[in-house]
């Protein structure tokens, strides 16, 4: 009779162990801690999930925060508690991402979206100047060099973090399109429609430091014509 007993109370313990497990396993990731943060032209993103169940962490990243994201990435140790990936490409205009997690019983899910922000520990609301660019100079049909006087446009400017801030208040209103150059002419990229009032970019969209041209333009007519310069260091 004592070792049915026994039997019986090992076989609740056990069903009770393995019911558990399973809850366990059926429990969804938390991640309450998932940011993604504008650094130096690049975006890095942070998690917490301590799911050891997590065999493929994927990085998907979108423009409009509902619709078209890709996996641009994956999680190098998926089933670590903290983790984290750097977008060192990412897109003109606003940046969402969101995680998708694969477990080992062939479950998946979504992590929640969220919209890449400022780092607000790098002085990213600082425009830099004359005083932060090389000296450009001329020579006059004299033969004398001549500072040329130079300003930041109030439309598009770099700030103290590398990236590139454009300021258009009337952006709901108005319909401006921004192109981007090389100093020689050649092409870059374009924000086809700013349909807000302030946008960043990041400054690997550039991919290299120095002077570049951009001309904006205002319900199809030109508004500006200039040119900003992105540092190689950064304050």
Not at 18 to 38: G, M, N
Not at 76 to 91: C, E, G, I, V
Not at 117 to 143: C, Y
Not at 187 to 194: G, I, N, W, Y
């Amino acid at each position: 009779m004592k070792q049915t007993v026994r039997c019986i109370i090992v076989m609740i313990f056990l069903t009770g162990a393995f019911s558990a497990a399973k809850a366990q396993e059926a429990v969804p990731p938390v991640l309450p801690d998932f940011s993604a943060l504008i650094k130096t032209g690049k975006i890095q993103l942070d998690w917490i999930s301590g799911f050891p169940n997590a065999v493929q962490i994927g990085v998907q990243r979108s423009l409009d925060s509902v619709l078209n994201f890709t996996t641009i990435g994956y999680a190098t140790n998926p089933a670590t508690q903290r983790n984290a990936y750097l977008d060192n490409k990412p897109l003109p205009g606003k940046n969402y991402y969101r995680l998708f997690i694969l477990f080992k019983n062939n479950t998946y899910l979504h992590s929640k979206v969220v919209l890449a922000t400022a780092d607000t520990s790098i002085a990213g609301d600082t425009k830099i100047g004359a005083q932060d660019i090389p000296t450009m100079t001329t020579t006059s049909e004299d033969g004398k060099k001549e500072v040329i006087p130079w300003k930041p446009s109030n439309y598009i400017y770099t700030t103290a973090d590398g990236n590139i801030n454009i300021k258009l208040p009337m952006a709901m209103q108005k319909k401006y399109q921004v192109k981007f150059y090389e100093p020689t002419g050649v092409f870059l990229f374009e924000v086809e429609h700013v349909s807000e009032p302030f946008l960043i970019l990041e400054k690997a969209i550039f991919m290299h430091a120095g002077w570049f041209d951009f001309e904006i333009f205002e319900n199809g007519k030109l508004l500006e014509k200039w040119n900003l310069y992105i540092p190689l260091s950064y304050r």
